[in-house]
């Protein structure tokens, strides 16, 4: 089987993967904004990237037992979007939202989501030209 270039299915699981921390990381700030005068709320945010750069080429240990913890790091494609507390410090008088902090970092989000799905649209339209054999 072919596993490198056009046909390597990391490249699009990662994409996948992006999106759907950018879709969390969305409803999170969403969620954020709408709470910005909830008294006592705490603001979340979505740890992504942080994880990505903890990971790294996958090297496994052998496990004898179903029950032993695993050997090694996490493999890219395994990592998954996390909500955590923000903890930025901030008191805006009722809560810790930051709603200039939450704005940029939609936009900011917004952006990324939208490369995420353009890449992984080109990606799968180059598989269909590979498929069909035809460019449009």
């Known amino acids: 089987m072919i ?8 490249h699009l699981a990662s994409l996948k993967s992006a999106v759907q921390a950018y879709a969390q990381r969305h409803e999170v700030t969403a969620q954020n904004i709408a709470n910005v ?17 903890g ?3 996958h090297i496994e240990g052998y496990r004898t ?17 996390e909500s955590a507390a923000r903890n930025n410090g901030y008191d805006n008088g009722v809560n810790d939202v930051n709603i200039d902090q939450e ?20 990606r799968y339209g180059m598989l269909q030209t590979a498929i069909t054999g035809r460019v449009r």
């Open 3 to 10: 596993r490198t270039g056009l046909f390597d299915q990391n």
């Open 55 to 57: 990971s790294g080429p």
């Open 103 to 122: 704005m940029a970092d939609l936009a900011t989000n917004d952006l990324s989501y939208r490369l995420a799905t353009r890449l992984l649209s080109m």
């Open 65 to 81: 037992d179903g029950d032993h913890l695993a050997i090694g790091r996490r493999s890219p494609l395994d990592v998954r979007p």
């Open 37 to 53: 005068e909830t008294a006592g709320y705490k603001a979340q945010k979505v740890k992504f990237e942080e994880l990505l750069a």
